[in-house]
T-cell receptor, first 114, second 113 residues
Framework: DARVTQTPRHKVTEMGQEVTMRCQPI?????VFWYRQTMMQGLELLAY????????DSGMPKDRFSAEMPDATLATLKIQPSEPRDSAVYFC????????????FGPGTRLTVT | GENVEQHPSTLSVQEGDSAVIKCTYS??????FPWYKQELGKGPQLIID?????GEKKDQRIAVTLNKTAKHFSLHITETQPEDSAVYFC????????????FGSGTRLSIRP
């Protein structure tokens, strides 16, 4: 049963600290997305990659957020320094772009910045 | 860019009745319209999708309709059951936006026993 995995599932940190969230896409999927979900803004696309290359990160605050794909099995989203307004659930999703548009979402990382 | 509006934001229906959620989109070039269901504590999961060359698609108790002229699409759930309670998101993929799917704001559906 192939699925997207994310770690950690929960993270509580103090303002100013660095936060790193990790995602393992489904094997064989070549497109990876990072979303942020809040009550006020709903689901926002932060960035996405195809074949490990960043295609669009226009939704991401670039002064503190960065997203990378060191290899095909790992995507990371970093926040440095973190702020209380970053508190949200962060989802990773993957897709096999050439076959379907369907995105498979991971379980999310719930981030709380105090 | 694409904008997707979704209504209602909350919906409560009696078990066994039907539920309808409606969405409108702004980009006339959009050609793919998925619907996602999100249960508490989980990520969204695709439940049905429709492409612009089709007006209606059905999968058991779930159906989606698309009106390209009016730029709106709807999700219909018949014979609702308690496990249908969740947040539902519509979305649209614009032809000009590569893989960038824009999500609606979500509808919280509650099924009353």
């Amino acid at each position: 049963d192939a699925r997207v995995t994310q770690t950690p599932r929960h993270k509580v940190t103090e303002m100013g600290q660095e936060v790193t969230m990790r995602c393992q896409p489904i094997l064989g999927h070549n497109t990876v997305f990072w979303y942020r979900q809040t009550m006020m803004q709903g689901l926002e696309l932060l960035a996405y990659f195809r074949n490990r290359a960043p295609l669009d990160d226009s939704g991401m605050p670039k002064d503190r957020f960065s997203a990378e794909m060191p290899d095909a099995t790992l995507a990371t989203l970093k926040i440095q320094p973190s702020e209380p307004r970053d508190s949200a659930v962060y989802f990773c999703a993957s897709a096999q772009r050439d076959a379907t548009y369907e995105q498979y979402f991971g379980p999310g990382t719930r981030l709380t910045v105090t | 860019g694409e904008n997707v509006e979704q209504h209602p934001s909350t919906l409560s229906v009696q078990e066994g009745d039907s539920a309808v959620i409606k969405c409108t989109y702004s980009d006339s070039a959009s050609n793919y319209f998925p619907w996602y269901k999100q249960e508490l504590g989980k990520g969204p999961q695709l439940i049905i999708d429709i492409r612009s060359n089709v007006g209606e698609k059905k999968d058991q108790r779930i159906a989606v309709t698309l009106n390209k002229t009016a730029k709106h699409f709807s999700l219909h759930i018949t014979e609702t059951q308690p496990e249908d309670s969740a947040v539902y998101f519509c979305a649209a993929l614009g032809y000009s936006s590569a893989s960038k799917i824009i999500f609606g704001s979500g509808t919280r559906l509650s099924i009353r026993p």
